[in-house]
T-cell receptor
Framework: AQTVTQSQPEMSVQEAETVTLSCTYD???????LFWYKQPPSRQMILVIR??????QNATENRFSVNFQKAAKSFSLKISDSQLGDTAMYFC?????????????FGTGTRLQVTL | GAVVSQHPSRVICKSGTSVKIECRSL??????MFWYRQFPKQSLMLMAT?????????EQGVEKDKFLINHASLTLSTLTVTSAHPEDSSFYIC?????????????FGPGTRLTVL
């Protein structure tokens, strides 16, 4: 079974600063996807960034980037130039690629508060 | 594109009654839909996976007779909570997978808050 661990229940960052959210996972599979989802107070799940395990290059989406360390099974999210709108729950998620519909396994989440 | 809706957004019912929650993919055909449950300040827990025209696959510990899932068309899946009790109060979220989606991205609905009195 796959597990996803987020060891930081809550984090706080000042506006315009940079913050890194940690995520580790455990799997014996070689082909998989990793995701970071954002859940703002509206509760709508929003995909922030995705990483394919076979790609060595770290994914980047504007102010969001990941540090993917496959051997260490680590997948951290860096948010640069933090904005008040980044305040939300952030979930790390794992999916095995099977060629058919695959299930997402979520971590426990990190609550990020961006302050003035 | 890739919008998923849920109806109702919130529902309050009496203990013992049944409640139906709809999940619709508005601009794509969803070959597979997923149902999640989220308790306050907790993560999303997968309840079941449903494929159009076939029986749903339930996760371990989820009572399939209590949480009835019907995926009758490529754009609609329903979750019926039968004989609801206060412990079924939770936030229910669906997601949908398009056959044309790359990288298996799931598109999430806005969720339904169920309160059982």
């Amino acid at each position: 079974a796959q597990t996803v661990t987020q060891s930081q229940p809550e984090m706080s960052v000042q506006e315009a600063e940079t913050v890194t959210l940690s995520c580790t996972y455990d799997t014996s599979e070689n082909n998989y996807y990793l995701f970071w989802y954002k859940q703002p107070p509206s509760r709508q799940m929003i995909l922030v960034i995705r990483q394919e395990a076979y790609k060595q290059q770290n994914a980047t989406e504007n102010r969001f980037s990941v540090n993917f360390q496959k051997a260490a099974k680590s997948f951290s999210l860096k948010i640069s130039d933090s904005q008040l709108g980044d305040t939300a729950m952030y979930f790390c998620a794992f999916m095995i690629y099977t060629g058919t519909a695959s299930k997402l396994t979520f971590g426990t989440g990190t609550r990020l508060q961006v302050t003035l | 594109g890739a919008v998923v809706s849920q109806h109702p957004s919130r529902v309050i019912c009496k203990s013992g009654t049944s409640v139906k929650i709809e999940c619709r993919s508005l601009d794509f055909q969803a070959t597979t839909m997923f149902w999640y449950r989220q308790f306050p300040k907790q993560s999303l827990m997968l309840m079941a996976t449903s494929n159009e025209g076939s029986k749903a696959t339930y996760e371990q510990g989820v009572e399939k007779d209590k949480f009835l899932i019907n995926h009758a068309s490529l754009t609609l899946s329903t979750l019926t909570v039968t004989s609801a009790h206060p412990e079924d109060s939770s936030f229910y979220i669906c997601s949908a997978l398009s056959a044309r989606t790359v990288n298996n991205e799931q598109f999430f609905g806005p969720g339904t808050r169920l309160t059982v009195l």
